[in-house]
């Protein structure tokens, strides 16, 4: 049984090597990559209700929540969309803590390519926060290619069950150079995951 679990094992690992080698040598960490790798998820994600133009007409509108009074301290379900389009750059479980650090498990790539990234964030304004979020860019073979940064700008609705906002992504090389092609920008929105 157990020789049949690493089997398993090995090659669902080689199925990932093949999946990645087949994306380029790109940087990877978080959603440093032009091009997505399709996320091989476990189990369903939680639904966003709503595209990021509705939740400002919808959600911001209802007090009637225990989250309300503007708190970004919990789990989020996040979503970064492509300009101001409806098209998915990126997607991500976000946590925000209470001592102004969150952390960011991102589904555009594997892990072993570097799928968690790291961030500071402070208040700007009411139910505003700004967020400074980075990770380190790894290439197919797992050497080091450089760093990756995103900065987002967002707002908690006045229930706090969602927030939206802005984001700006870049990526740098080992010396320090913002690699160009995979800079991104647009905007997000995100719904609070809760315990029941």
Not at 36 to 63: C, G, H, Y
């Given at each position: ?85 409806k098209t998915l750059w990126d997607e991500g ?14 589904n555009a790539v594997p892990p072993s390519l ?83």
């Amino acid at each position: 049984m157990l020789s049949r679990m690493r089997n398993q094992f090995s090659y669902a690992a080689m199925f990932l090597m093949v999946i990645c080698g087949f994306a380029g040598s790109a940087n990877a960490a978080c959603a440093s990559k032009p091009v997505r790798i399709a996320p091989l998820n476990l189990f369903e994600s939680p639904k966003v209700t709503a595209a990021p133009d509705t939740i400002q007409e919808s959600a911001f509108a209802d007090n009637d929540s225990e989250f309300s009074g503007g708190s970004i301290v919990g789990l989020w379900h996040i979503k970064y969309f492509v300009g101001n389009s409806k098209t998915l750059w990126d997607e991500g479980f976000e946590q925000w803590h209470s001592d102004g650090t969150e952390l960011n498990n991102d589904n555009a790539v594997p892990p072993s390519l570097g799928n968690v990234c790291v961030g500071v964030y402070k208040q700007t304004g009411p139910r505003t926060f700004k967020l400074r979020h980075v990770t380190w860019n790894f290439d197919v073979s797992g050497a080091l290619t450089g760093t990756f940064e995103l900065l987002q700008t967002v707002t908690v609705s006045n229930n706090g069950k969602t927030f939206i906002g802005t984001y700006t992504s870049d990526s740098r090389d080992l010396s320090g150079n913002i690699i160009p092609s995979l800079h991104a920008e647009g905007v997000l929105s995100a719904t609070r995951i809760t315990v029941d």
